[in-house]
Structure formats: structure tokens, C-alpha cells
Nanobody, 126 residues
Framework: VQLQASGGGLVQAGGSLRLSCASSAGTFSSYAMGWFRQAPGKEREFVAAISRSSDNRYYADSVKGRFTISRDNAKNTGYLRMNSLKPEDTAVYYC????????????????????WGQGTQVTVSS
């Protein structure tokens, strides 16, 4: 399974971006999906996760209320809508996926995901 993240860029504080994660998996609906990010000099951290059915979504406290994770299984694509961006949101954002039998599972640990995209840079200026 290959994942292609896109949609990053340079935005002013308070602005918005929508990241996309396109999957090569024909059965994308069989995969739970997550977004993680890594800022320079920092460890990778969890951002958001969504279950196969979209029934369960989880967010890091730092992005709750500002970011929204979603997916379109018909298009084999996941999304991360980011509003009210802050300079501290600056990082490389990675999408990840893992196949699960449960429709409701969504992981918040990077170790729980088997497939990763190449990352897309998000830079928020103050």
C-alpha cells in the first residue's frame, strides 16, 4: 500500500489548509488512518486518527477543535482539515494506515500503523 500526502504549504497564523492522503489500496475502506507530525528537533507526535467506518475519531489535545479528520472511501483518500493554524503547528505531516478487521478501531500510536506516506510540509508564519 502506498500513501501520498499532499496539500501542505506556507500559511499565515489563523489560516487554513486541507491535507490529503491518497491511497493505492483498492480496499482503502479496510484501513484505519492516522495523521502524525514532526517538527524540527522534535519527536513525531500524534495528530488525529479515524476508524474504517469514520464512527471513531481521535485528536491530540493541541489540535482539538481546530483540526478535522475525515475520509472518502470511494476515493481512497483521507483528509485533515486544519483551521486556526498556529506557528506551533509547523511540521512535516505524515499520513499512516493500517488494515484492521474492526470498523471502529483507530490508533494513536505510530507503532500501530504499517504504512506511511512521504510527508508534506506545513509552515505557519506569525
Amino acid at each position: 500500500v502506498q500513501l501520498q500526502a499532499s496539500g501542505g504549504g506556507l500559511v499565515q497564523a489563523g489560516g487554513s489548509l486541507r491535507l490529503s492522503c491518497a491511497s493505492s489500496a483498492g480496499t482503502f475502506s479496510s484501513y484505519a488512518m492516522g495523521w502524525f507530525r514532526q517538527a524540527p528537533g522534535k519527536e513525531r507526535e500524534f495528530v488525529a486518527a479515524i476508524s474504517r467506518s469514520s464512527d471513531n475519531r481521535y485528536y491530540a489535545d493541541s489540535v482539538k477543535g481546530r483540526f478535522t479528520i475525515s475520509r472518502d472511501n470511494a476515493k481512497n483518500t483521507g483528509y485533515l482539515r486544519m483551521n486556526s493554524l498556529k506557528p506551533e503547528d509547523t511540521a512535516v505531516y505524515y499520513c499512516a494506515a493500517t488494515q484492521r478487521s474492526s470498523y471502529y478501531w483507530a490508533g494513536i500510536r505510530g507503532s500501530e500503523y504499517d504504512y506511511w506516506g512521504q510527508g508534506t510540509q506545513v509552515t505557519v508564519s506569525s
